[in-house]
């Protein structure tokens, strides 16, 4: 009963602080004001509040609070180690995964990029060439500029 009292006079106040904020045509702050202050009203009109202050007052509800959490604790224990052994329970399931594949993940060069045609290869072997043309364009720039 002292929750929902409380509830209502945060409403209320909150309501009236969203009555000022209007009077300053401060019109969309005073329409966010009002939909927070309406929040715990809805949550007492809901029964949420009741229904929360049952469970927090609840040694049952608490055990169970604390089983959720346990299992939770465990899920993110045995993560945690999976991911420190690198998976290998993982590694089982990717390479069976990898067999059912079909024949386009049985090929053995289906992982490798493609081969580049060589032009690339070519300007990396020159060295000091790829630089001197870089220089050439600046120079070419600055000229047309009369630098």
Do not use: Q
Not at 23 to 31: E, K, M, Q
Not at 104 to 112: L, M, N, T
């Amino acid at each position: 009963m002292l929750a929902e009292t409380i509830c209502s006079a945060v409403a209320a106040a909150g309501l009236g602080i969203a009555a000022i904020t209007a009077y300053r045509r401060r019109f969309l702050a005073a329409v966010r004001v009002a939909a927070y202050a309406l929040v715990p009203l809805g949550l007492v009109l809901t029964g949420a509040v009741e229904w929360l202050a049952r469970t927090a007052f609840s040694p049952v509800a608490w055990a169970g609070f604390g089983l959720l959490g346990a299992s939770w604790l465990m899920f993110a224990g045995t993560r945690a180690v999976e991911r420190r052994r690198g998976g290998a329970g993982g590694r089982e399931r990717r390479a069976a995964a990898a067999g059912a594949g079909g024949p386009a993940a049985a090929a053995p060069g289906a992982a490798r990029p493609p081969l580049d045609s060589g032009k690339r290869r070519k300007a990396a072997d020159t060295g000091a060439g790829a630089p001197a043309d870089d220089f050439s364009e600046i120079e070419a720039i600055l000229k047309k500029h009369g630098i």
